[in-house]
Nanobody
Framework: QVQLVESGGGLVQAGGSLRLSCTAS????????TGWFRQAPGKERELVSA????????YHVDSVKDRFTISRDNAKNTLYLEMSSLKPEDTAVYYC????????????????????WGQGTRVTVSS
């Protein structure tokens, strides 16, 4: 099992930047594929970015490509999401998640693939 704790959310103006962190404890973090999801009020939780267990492969949803970067440091048991050029539509609660049953690509691209979730950190982007 792994426990996940997000941090780094907050209030930022449009065009600003934030870095989210997700610190893992428990079973070896390096064996997990990980991702960032977000859920805006009244909307379903959606995958934002994913990264393979070794950090080699990454995925970003089209709406955040060229603005967000996912990375991980397995030595520090930490997952990151660098967000820049933030827009009001990025406002949501952001969750990190981890799963072990990853495919050849190492990327988990569906919510069903994730077994463990953090409690979420709120990001608010003002216009």
């Amino acid at each position: 099992q792994v426990q996940l704790v997000e941090s780094g959310g907050g209030l930022v103006q449009a065009g600003g930047s934030l870095r989210l962190s997700c610190t893992a404890s428990g079973r070896s973090f390096a064996t997990y594929a990980t991702g960032w999801f977000r859920q805006a009020p009244g909307k379903e939780r959606e995958l934002v970015s994913a990264i393979s267990w070794n950090g080699v492969n990454t995925y970003h949803v089209d709406s955040v490509k060229d603005r967000f970067t996912i990375s991980r440091d397995n030595a520090k048991n930490t997952l990151y999401l660098e967000m820049s050029s933030l827009k009001p539509e990025d406002t949501a609660v952001y969750y990190c998640a981890a799963g072990t049953d990853w495919p050849t690509s190492g990327l988990l691209l569906t919510i069903r693939g994730y077994d463990y979730w953090g409690q979420g950190t709120r990001v608010t982007v003002s216009s």
